[in-house]
């Protein structure tokens, strides 16, 4: 992935509202209707959440008759959580960067 579309994940979860999506999603598949009482939100505030969350790659929907369920998306958390782990690291942390000084701490 590059910048551009790391940023969108980033982006898509630095909202209160979709946080609290996703962690109402973590306890499984849930249909919109229930996702507007547990936030309560607007029909057209929950739809706009949405599209950003399912654009990012983060959540899956999927309709059924006239309603829409979500889920969290396990590629889609996998590869965020790689994404944030490329930017929230120091070269001390990986094998290659051998016995060097840590650059994450200043030396005395």
Same mark, same amino acid.
């Given at each position: 992935m590059g910048f551009r579309e790391d940023v969108k994940q980033i982006k898509a979860l630095a909202d209160e509202?979709? !946080?609290?999506?996703? !962690?109402? !999603?973590q306890h499984g598949e849930k249909c919109g209707c229930v996702l507007l009482e547990e936030l309560n939100i607007t029909q057209p505030t929950l739809s706009h959440h949405m599209k950003i969350l399912c654009d990012s790659g983060l959540v899956n929907g999927r309709k059924e008759g006239k309603w829409m369920y979500y889920s969290i998306s396990r590629e889609g958390i996998a590869a965020f959580r790689e994404m944030v782990g490329t930017y929230a690291r120091c070269d001390c942390e990986t094998k290659e960067?051998?016995?060097?000084?840590?650059?994450c701490e200043p030396t005395a």
């Open positions: 509202n979709r !946080l609290a999506v996703m !962690l109402s !999603l960067a051998g016995p060097a000084v840590c650059a």
